[in-house]
Each structure stands twice: as C-alpha cells, then as structure tokens.
C-alpha cells in the first residue's frame, strides 16, 4: 500500500470496493467525464430513465394523463385557478382581430401603387366590420353547434390546449345555412374534443399515422383520424369504435382541421397539457390537505372524555357475571344526578365521582408544516404554469408595489406569448377561413389589378390578435411613464393602449372626438383630458390659414 493511501476495510479485513468504479476509455482510465452519465453513484444509480421519441412520449400514455389532469380541474382549486387566471389574461372576454393587411409585401408583389397605407387602413375598417357582424351574431350562426360567439370558442380552444395539450378545430363552410333570418356566411367554426383524434381501432403508432394524425414522407400532416364519437358516450354504440379521415385543407389551401399544441421536440404530433410536470405534487398536496381536514374535524368532535378507575377485581366480576362493576356504575350516576350544580349564570360545575378525571383531546391542526408544504408546491405550480404565486392564490397581502410589479410583468412575458402562439396556432387560419369568404362575396375594397385571395392569403388575413390588457399596479406612476414614452418617442398610441387597456387606439381617439363635440354642443366647459385637444387645434388654425 502507498503511503498516505488510506483505505476503508470490511468485515472480512479487505479494502472496500471503491463507491465510483474507474472507467476506461479511449484507452486512458478514470471515471466517466460527466457525473450525469454515471450508473454506479448512490444518487443516479436508479435513475435510468428511457430515451423514447417525442410521440412516443406521450401518445402511449396521453388518455391516462389527460384524465388526471381534468379531474385535477375540476376537483382541486389550485389547479382550476391557473387555468382560470391564464385564459382571463391570455384570451379573456373578447378576443378579436385587429386587421393589418401587409400592404408592402401586395406592393412589393404586384407593383400596384395602391396597395398603400391610406387602402390598409380602408380595408382594415371594412374587414374588421364584417368581423364582428359574423364573430357576434345573435344567433351564434358563427359556431357550427351554434351555442358560442368565436370569443367564446377561442376560450374553450385554449382551455382544451392547456389542458387536454391539444385543441382541434373543424371548419365548415356550409351553404345550406344561409338564408333570410339565418346565418350571413356560410364559414362556421366546430370545435372537436382531442380525445377523438385517434388511430383508427386504436393501433399503435406506425410511420405514417401517430395519435390519430397522418403524415406524408416528410413528416406533414395531411389528414386527420377522429372517432365519430367519444368512447365516453356509451349511447352512441357503433360510432365510438367508428373513425373517419378529414384533409387537412382543401386542394387550394383553405384549412378543414386546425390542429394546435405546444411542441417541446422536433418530430412531435400531439401536445402535453401544462399540469403534466405537477400532476403528482398537486395530488400529493390536495391528499395532504383533505388528512388535514379531516384530522382536525376528529379532534373538534372528540372534545373531552371522564377517565374513570377500575381494579382488576372489578373487571373480572364485570366480565364473569357479577354484579359489582355495575354496582359501581350505579353510585357513579346516583352522584352526579344529584350533584347539578350551576351558578347564577347558568356555568356548571364539574364535581368528579371519587377517582374520577376528566381529560382534554389535543386538537392542536393543521400540522405546522402544512403551511410550508403548501408553499413549496405552490410554487412548483407557478413555475409550470408561468404564473406569479399571487395570480394562483389570489393572496397579496404579503407584496408591496415593487414586487407585485415585477411578479406581473414577468407572468406577462408568458401569458403574452401564450396569447401569440394560441393566435398563430389556432386564431389566425380561422380568421383567414373568414377573410376568404368576405372576399368572395365581393365588395372589398381593392386596387384595379388586386391578385385573388388564394395568391396572398397571410397578405390579406393579417392581423393583430386583442385581448385583456397588461392592466395596472399603480395607475398614476404607469400612465405618466407611459406619457413620457409618447412624448420621448419611444412608444405609440396603438401599444400603449393595446398593452394596458387592451383596446383599439383608434376607437379611442374616434371616441374621444365624439366626446369632444358632445361637449360643445352643449356648451360645456371641456375637462382637462380634452382641453389638450382643443389647445392643439387652436395652435394649428393659424398656419392651416
């Protein structure tokens, strides 16, 4: 043995086998390169986790987490919470398209010099017009089961996306539903639960169809495979184990399935819902909180119990027959039937039978651990989700301005590209479904020379989705950081009142113009917020003369 070699002997007096074995490789010795890749360490020695491919995944195991994560949904507050705050920040009550048709490429394109802002800002007005004629129809015409507005559709879509991991949307256009008194365009919107997207008869994932979806030689899309009906609904018999195949568009481009999810890996088909990585955490803590409950309940009903003494003799004769441990049973009532004391009050006095005592159940819960607990989850959730812990818990009683601020604008880094992806996934083919139509039906506004839809439909479909806006923490020190934005030229009207308010700036200002002659033809003295208005407009009179 070398010197200064220490060892560490067994039982047998022989030198233990080292806990890292050496590795040789490339024809030198030593331990793996990386302690990631050891097999033999007490921390990762059991961790041998499969290298599967991304369908593989999840499409094997998607029903059972799927129905985990809804009963989660619907049984635990947390985990309804998220969603909720999630689709009120990212979709909200309106979600709706501002349209910007991108007149520099249709110029670019054709050469047409009218293809400029003044006809951009035209056929925004038009568009967005028609928009909401189809999008709010009182009749929900819009919808193919005409039961929601688009908004309504949209927020369901989402809701299926961040849960289910996938949202399915059919979209028809069905002329037999036109008519007086009846739908005005013949797009409607069908939204199909992802469950049905299957392969037909179940098989297993092959080459060319996985989890329902058929791909072509280089891994597109083309078609898509749905059950007629949900395996759920045992009335409709034959149909569950029924599929039919739907293209993915038409010869033309037009989309017939819209397919939308997150993908994590290149190569993937279906998506995975945002609880996935917390499913187990949020099931440990709702276990761990209803062991809570139900302990303190226990202790709540068992207040209090009388301890009484019974000699060994007196069990025996009680148990053989005798009569002497109801004798002592006897004495015990007979003393406290005529022993009920009270004070004026109505307070009792406990006056015990000799050898009696009475004595107290501890009901000292929830544990004091349980609050720590439910934090350490807590945040596992707002990690996954991409909330702050104050949007979960709705609890703001422990942030002050800087950091609610902070929380706020780092959620809405998340939820706005949540809001950008929901709207290139899924919003956006259904609007240019829609435009495609409008443009059809003639009348839109376009140059002489105008190529069809079919030739620039991104042109001509292009918009900016609005939804709820970013709000506000302190509503003084924002909007004059916002002002001196604008006076500095660093921001504009559109974003500032896109991001905080979620609106159209140019209803604003067309708002703020009616309001201003409502005044004067009133004879009302303008508030300040106009005043600016009319000083700019006096300032102005003279050089337009």
């Not at 909007?479 to 700036?505: P, Q």
């Amino acid at each position: 043995m070398k010197k200064n070699d220490v060892r560490i002997l067994g039982a047998n007096g022989q030198p233990l086998p080292p806990s890292r074995p050496e590795y040789k490789a490339l024809g030198g010795s030593g331990r793996v390169p990386y302690d990631a890749a050891d097999s033999f360490s007490d921390q990762l020695g059991g961790w041998q986790p499969t290298l599967w491919s991304p369908d593989n995944e999840i499409n094997i195991y998607r029903d059972r987490i799927v129905s985990r994560a809804r009963d989660l949904v619907r049984n635990d507050g947390w985990a309804a919470g998220a969603v909720t705050r999630i689709l009120d920040n990212a979709v909200g009550a309106i979600y709706r398209p501002i349209f910007k048709p991108d007149y520099r490429y249709l110029q670019t394109l054709t050469g047409i010099k009218g293809f400029d802002a003044e006809w951009a800002d035209e056929y925004a007005r038009y568009m967005n017009a028609m928009w909401r004629m189809w999008a709010n129809d009182v009749g929900r015409w819009c919808d193919y089961e005409r039961k929601h507005t688009v908004s309504q559709l949209l927020r369901i879509g989402l809701r299926h996306k961040l849960i289910d991991g996938d949202n399915v949307t059919l979209m028809h256009y069905d002329t037999s539903r036109l008519g007086y008194g009846r739908a005005q365009f013949a797009t409607a919107v069908q939204l199909i639960d992802p469950d049905r997207l299957s392969n037909p008869q179940q098989v297993y994932d092959m080459a060319h169809i996985r989890g329902g979806v058929e791909l072509d030689s280089y891994g597109s899309p083309v078609a898509y495979h749905f059950r007629k009906a949900h395996q759920g609904d045992w009335w409709s018999g034959e149909k569950t184990m029924t599929w039919e195949r739907i293209p993915r568009e038409t010869p033309w481009g037009r989309p017939i399935v819209i397919h939308d999810f997150d993908s994590d890996r290149a190569g993937q088909h279906r998506g995975s819902g945002i609880f996935t990585p917390i499913i187990q955490r949020l099931k440990m803590l709702i276990k761990y909180d209803e062991s809570e409950v139900e302990a303190a309940i226990l202790n709540a009903v068992f207040g209090a119990f009388i301890e009484s003494p019974y000699d060994p003799a007196m069990v025996e004769e009680g148990l053989t027959g005798g009569d002497g441990l109801g004798v002592y049973q006897e004495e015990r009532i007979g003393f406290h039937e005529d022993r009920r004391l009270t004070l004026q009050n109505g307070v009792g006095l406990p006056i015990m039978f000799p050898g009696e005592k009475i004595n107290t159940v501890n009901a000292a819960r929830p544990n004091s651990n349980f609050a720590a607990f439910e934090s350490a989850v807590l945040r596992n959730v707002t990690a996954a989700t991409g909330l702050s812990t104050q949007q979960v818990t709705q609890d703001w009683s422990d942030v002050n301005y800087s950091s609610a601020r902070a929380a706020m604008l780092e959620a809405w880094k998340t939820l706005s590209r949540r809001r950008h992806d929901f709207a290139t996934g899924t919003a956006a083919p259904i609007a240019s479904c829609f435009v495609e139509e409008v443009h059809s039906l003639g009348g839109v506004p376009l140059p002489a020379g105008a190529p069809e839809f079919v030739e620039a439909r991104t042109a001509y479909s292009h918009a900016k989705w609005m939804g709820p806006g970013r709000g506000w923490v302190d509503p003084v020190a924002e909007k004059k950081g916002a002002i001196l934005g604008l006076d500095a030229g660093m921001s504009t009207l559109e974003k500032e009142v896109g991001d905080s308010e979620g609106e159209d700036w140019e209803e604003v200002i067309d708002q703020r113009a009616i309001e201003q002659k409502r005044f004067e033809s009133r004879g009302l003295e303008l508030p300040e917020y106009l005043k600016g208005d009319e000083a700019s407009k006096t300032i102005q009179d003279p050089e337009e003369k």
